[in-house]
């Protein structure tokens, strides 16, 4: 990388909001947490700082926006320095009202004035966008929101806030962010990679070994299925499955992810960022995904499923709805915090029916999260499904099956989990004495173990019971991780999912350190996945102790 004329910061805040962040790891990276480290050591100042830019962008800034900026932002806490440079000229003057600003004066070249700077992240609101007529230029007035979010500006006074209880924003990667004040290009999870954070309190290495291999074993599920997804058995008879490869259906690299992965993140994303199960939440999460590719491995939404997709607008337009009769802007709507109206709203919208296998692709992070207490971990694990699937064979898939991936946090041995005794010993305890309904029931009892795989009936289908009597049939005839997600895939059909059904508890099984290296060192993304999955095991932990 050369200098030229180019300025160095000027160099980094392009790197910075550039889409591709492959020069920010490989030449920027240590710069930053060098830099990083440093600012940190300065206190925060607060109070109003101002900025000039060249060129009018109110057209980017319309009132009550919401935005990020992900350049080191320079300020000056006094006006009159740089309102000289603005006469004559079409410019803009930005007022910030900042909560975190870091006074550099001691350091800057800029010996007559103070100057503030914003650390990459720094989330402002929009306030007001006006026009100076003395100085004919535009002004741009606006706040930085930190762990506290804004009062909604509506004559119900309702306080639409994140607390300090919710702490997402110590963990900046959780949220969806765009590099435009567009929002049109969403930061995907690898370019969030410069801006983790881990854990600093202990966590014990045994769950994290179960915890990795069961997230990271659904992704390798889902990444190896999904260049054959819709092939048929006939095709993959003839063509099998025996490494990781990219192209085919969705034209992905090797090691990207499609739905269920993406789903998957988004539901541990919420876990973690809430520190609890809150419903409503995951459903704005795969909103943004949906609708912005947030936690897409491409940067899109893609491979959406039908039920899924209808549930979402469902949820799109009850929140338009609530916000009309409770006095929330629709800007506002997504951070809803307030308890009492977080009773009130209906966050179960499943068409009528739904018992795809949409519903159990994405349910890992729940059972891990609350596997020290079963009885929860169940309950959830069903709620989890009911609010984008409401039948209860999809439901009960969901309990079943989070039960079993609790069994094994707990060191159930193969042949306990997969008997019939499991599921009617677990019955008054883990299930809360609420039996299975009768399809789930039978796999519950041993309908999966089939000699002769799909010979016999056993198929690799969009519909949820086939689904998971696909993926513990893969689990029971296999002894590797590797063989049994290849024998899933194999199946053909919906590979991908039944391919990440079956990971999400052999990886847990077997642990992460019996998963394929090679497969692991290809996934998309590996390090946020790996620092998220620390995370679930910590607030898991954290959540557990505290109640």
Same mark, same amino acid.
């Given at each position: ?7 160095f ?5 392009q ?20 830099i ?47 309102l ?22 001691? /350091? ?26 003395n ?28 607390t300090?209880?919710?702490g ?19 930061i ?19 769950i ?48 990207q992810?499609?739905d ?20 409503y ?37 009850r929140q ?5 009769? /409770? ?13 009492q109206?977080?009773k ?21 992070p ?26 209860m ?6 309990? /079943? ?26 019955m ?97 993304s590996?390090? /946020?996945?790996e ?17």
């Amino acid at each position: 990388m050369q200098l030229n004329d180019r300025s160095f910061s000027r160099m980094l805040n392009q790197a910075l909001r550039y889409e591709d962040q492959t020069e920010v790891k490989n030449y920027w990276f240590n710069y930053l947490e060098l830099i990083w480290s440093a600012l940190k050591q300065l206190p925060s100042v607060k109070g109003n700082v101002y900025q000039v830019v060249n060129g009018r962008i109110k057209e980017n800034y319309p009132k009550k926006k919401i935005i990020t900026w992900w350049g080191i932002t320079s300020c000056t806490q006094v006006p009159d320095n740089i309102l000289s440079e603005m006469l004559g000229k079409k410019s803009t003057l930005l007022k910030i009202k900042i909560l975190n600003g870091k006074n550099i004066s001691e /350091y800057s070249c800029k010996s007559n004035e103070t100057e503030i700077v914003l650390l990459p992240g720094t989330r402002l609101r929009v306030n007001n966008v006006s026009y100076n007529t003395n100085l004919c230029i535009d002004e741009i007035d606006l706040e930085e929101i930190s762990d506290e979010m804004f009062q909604s500006d509506t004559n119900s006074n309702h306080t639409t806030k994140r607390t300090s209880k919710d702490g997402s924003f110590d963990k900046i990667w959780l949220e969806c962010r765009f590099k435009d004040p567009e929002g049109t290009t969403i930061i995907k999870p690898n370019e969030c990679e410069p801006y983790l954070t881990e854990p600093s309190g202990s966590i014990d290495r045994h769950i994290l070994n179960r915890i990795m291999g069961s997230i990271f074993g659904l992704i390798l599920g889902d990444a190896l299925g999904a260049h054959v997804e819709f092939r048929p058995h006939t095709y993959l008879l003839a063509n099998p499955v025996t490494d990781l490869r990219g192209g085919g259906t969705w034209g992905l690299e090797k090691g990207q992810f499609t739905d269920d992965g993406s789903m998957t993140l988004c539901l541990a994303n919420s876990l973690v960022a809430r520190r609890r199960f809150l419903p409503y939440d995951q459903l704005v999460r795969y909103k943004w995904w949906f609708r912005h590719g947030y936690m897409s491995s491409t940067g899109t939404c893609f491979d959406i499923g039908e039920s899924t997709k209808k549930a979402l607008c469902e949820f799109e337009n009850r929140q338009t709805v609530f916000a009309q009769k /409770y006095g929330i802007s629709l800007e506002e709507i997504d951070f809803l915090s307030d308890e009492q109206l977080l009773k009130k709203f209906n966050v179960f919208c499943s068409p009528d029916g739904a018992a795809g296998n949409g519903v159990l692709m994405r349910l890992a992070p729940v059972p891990l999260f609350f596997c020290r207490n079963p009885e929860i971990a169940v309950k959830l694990s069903g709620v989890s499904g009911q609010i984008t699937h409401g039948d209860m064979k999809a439901i009960d898939a969901c309990r /079943y099956y989070g039960a079993l991936i609790v069994a094994i946090m707990h060191n159930t041995d193969k042949d306990q989990l997969l008997s019939e005794d499991f599921y009617l010993s677990k019955m008054k305890t883990w299930f809360n004495n609420k039996p299975l309904v009768s399809e789930i029931e039978n796999v519950a009892k041993g309908s999966f173990k089939k000699d002769k795989g799909y010979d016999d009936g056993i198929r690799g289908k969009g519909y949820v019971v086939n689904s998971l009597e696909a993926a513990l049939w893969a689990f029971w005839s296999t002894h590797s991780f590797k063989e049994g997600v290849l024998a899933a895939v194999n199946l053909g059909d919906d590979t991908d999912t039944t391919a990440a059904i079956y990971g999400q508890l052999a990886g847990a099984y077997y642990g992460y350190d019996k998963l394929p290296q090679e497969w692991i060192n290809s996934v998309y993304s590996k390090r /946020y996945i790996e620092c998220l999955c620390k995370w679930i095991a910590y607030e898991g932990n954290q959540s557990y102790s505290k109640n």
